[in-house]
């Protein structure tokens, strides 16, 4: 059902999550956003502009500067535990961390003698483990620099925490990209944009085990499965054809909160993580959850 307003339902439980009134258009003006990434200590959002080739930091009280520039065409960014920024280049095939001093270390570049691809988005777990997708995207224009893959396979990767060591776990996807662990990191969800639907593997912080399909992304309007996170109830929230679609546990989805450019990825921020941030092509936009989301490792209290 749709009558113009924010949401379009299909579960009137959507009503129950999701503040219906309009989108607030915070910053505008990019050439296309993703990763936003909100630092609940310190209350700002970083997210990156990938084809302008930098990355932005966003304050509380709404002071936009540049973050990182170059940034290697950064996508995908999370915090570790100790307050470190983890950043997909997709111009380099890595995936690096900013150390306390600004240095970058590189996390992941290769894999079994071969260039990654190109790291799209990451997670890290409470244990530190650390979890990231590698489509090929960042090796075409306009979201990368053109370049033959040098791997046969587009895999779901893990970087050991107390090693560094990395290790493949998946590599039956067309297009990896958005990922998320269960509230209880039992679970791992990624999704596939190419095949248009989320998987669900389960994960018992070493090994993935099963990634049946668990959900559908269907829909009208722009949009593809990209961004994916889940709330403090266990709702998984997924961009999709015509804005952010939300399921419930049992992969229902309740319906779509309509975004008017295509939604890349988003994050919720704010003291009561209530507020959802909306990367969406050239705008930053900003609604409001009836739930918070899950708290970053960085989160203080």
């Known amino acids: 059902m749709t009558d113009g307003g924010l949401l379009e339902i299909r579960d009137e439980r959507l009503r129950e999550l999701v503040v219906d009134e309009p989108l607030v258009c915070l910053e505008t003006g990019f050439r296309f956003i993703e990763g936003p990434v909100w630092h ?3 209350r700002h959002l970083v997210f990156s502009d990938i084809q302008a080739d930098r990355m932005y930091r966003r304050s509380a009280a709404g002071e936009l500067t540049t973050y990182r520039r170059p940034s ?12 470190r920024l983890l950043t997909c280049e997709h111009a380099t095939s890595r995936l690096v ?3 306390a001093d600004g240095t970058l270390t590189v996390l992941a570049e290769s ?4 260039e990654l691809n190109s790291p799209n988005d990451v997670v890290v777990a409470r244990d530190g483990t650390i979890l990231f997708t590698d489509p090929a995207y960042g090796r075409g224009a306009p979201h990368g620099v053109p ?4 791997l046969p396979f587009r895999g779901v990767y893990r970087v050991d925490p107390g090693t560094g060591e990395l290790s493949l776990l998946a590599e039956d996807f067309d297009g990896p990209n958005g990922l998320c662990l269960s509230a209880d990191e039992r679970y791992l969800f990624v999704n596939d944009t190419e095949r248009r639907h989320i998987r669900r593997f389960g994960f018992d912080g070493r090994n993935l085990t099963s990634g049946a399909v ?4 269907a829909g009208h309007g722009i949009g593809v499965p990209d961004g994916m996170k889940v709330d403090s109830a266990g709702n998984l929230y997924c961009t999709g054809p015509g804005g952010i679609h939300v399921f419930d546990a049992e992969a229902t989805c309740l319906g779509v909160i309509r975004v008017p450019e295509d939604p890349a990825n988003f994050a ?3 003291r009561d993580l209530r507020s959802l941030y909306i990367c969406a092509t050239t705008s930053l936009y ?3 959850t009836k739930f918070p989301g899950l708290a970053s490792a960085t989160s203080s209290t």
């Open 286 to 288: 900003r609604c409001r």
């Open 40 to 42: 609940q200590a310190e």
């Open 214 to 217: 668990w959900a559908e992304v």
């Open 97 to 99: 961390r900013e150390e």
């Open 147 to 150: 370049r033959d893959p040098e």
């Open 72 to 83: 290697r065409m950064a996508n995908g960014n999370a915090y570790d535990g100790a307050g």
């Open 268 to 270: 919720w921020g704010e």
């Open 111 to 114: 894999y079994d003698g071969r």
